[in-house]
T-cell receptor, first 113, second 118 residues
Framework: DAGVTQSPTHLIKTRGQQVTLRCSPKSGHDTVSWYQQALGQGPQFIFQYYEEEERQRGNFPDRFSGHQFPNYSSELNVNALLLGDSALYLC????????????FGPGTRLTVT | AQKITQTQPGMFVQEKEAVTLDCTYDTSDQSYGLFWYKQPSSGEMIFLIYQGSYDEQNATEGRYSLNFQKARKSANLVISASQLGDSAMYFCAMREGRSGAGSYQLTFGKGTKLSVIP
């Protein structure tokens, strides 16, 4: 039973560029959430996708956008990268209507230079 | 105001001893859930234990137990018989709102770095 997978593992981008991160949820899960974890901090919620729509959004600018595909996989896009966007980006999945925990992927380490 | 507070940036524990990691939370919801996750240096967040606000008994999962004191708004994680592999960052997190409602986000604390000494 495959868990949550993310790609790529690491990424280096230049300020002002755009980046796309990808996530495949755990088998049987239909909801994907994205979190940003800056160095030395806890993860912060970016947004959540369900039925191919953004269902909930945290306090992040419009430069952060996403998409969910019919197979429940998801993408996170960040435009006009800033140095402060350097972080570990975590994807988590769960099945809507179930009891509790979100399962996390290994993350994508984004470095903006 | 912080919703999740973890006051211990770092903790040391001797192998085979028990350790308690502190977590206090702030919410006005009656229905909420509390989670603990472990994050090794590899980066992946590993779910450890969950406590619902209406659960009367403290949650336990193997060597992990959650000391839930609702009136004090605390949800401390107790790890018994520490192992070297327990060395990692530990995060307390909260889900506000009704379980099963589907749409929820987790709010995390800043974490506690646990180091297990041989």
């Amino acid at each position: 039973d495959a868990g949550v997978t993310q790609s790529p593992t690491h990424l280096i981008k230049t300020r002002g560029q755009q980046v796309t991160l990808r996530c495949s949820p755990k088998s049987g899960h239909d909801t994907v959430s994205w979190y940003q974890q800056a160095l030395g901090q806890g993860p912060q919620f970016i947004f959540q996708y369900y039925e191919e729509e953004e269902r909930q959004r945290g306090n992040f600018p419009d430069r952060f956008s996403g998409h969910q595909f019919p197979n429940y996989s998801s993408e996170l896009n960040v435009n006009a990268l800033l140095l402060g966007d350097s972080a570990l980006y975590l994807c988590a999945s769960h099945k809507t209507g179930t009891r509790y925990e979100q399962y996390f992927g290994p993350g994508t380490r984004l470095t903006v230079t | 105001a912080q919703k999740i507070t973890q006051t211990q940036p770092g903790m040391f524990v001797q192998e085979k001893e028990a350790v308690t990691l502190d977590c206090t939370y702030d919410t006005s919801d009656q229905s909420y859930g509390l989670f603990w996750y472990k994050q090794p240096s590899s980066g992946e967040m590993i779910f450890l234990i969950y406590q619902g606000s209406y659960d009367e008994q403290n949650a336990t999962e193997g060597r992990y137990s959650l000391n839930f004191q609702k009136a004090r708004k605390s949800a401390n994680l107790v790890i018994s018989a520490s192992q070297l592999g327990d060395s990692a960052m530990y995060f307390c997190a909260m889900r506000e709102g009704r379980s099963g409602a589907g749409s929820y986000q987790l709010t995390f604390g800043k974490g506690t770095k646990l180091s297990v000494i041989p």
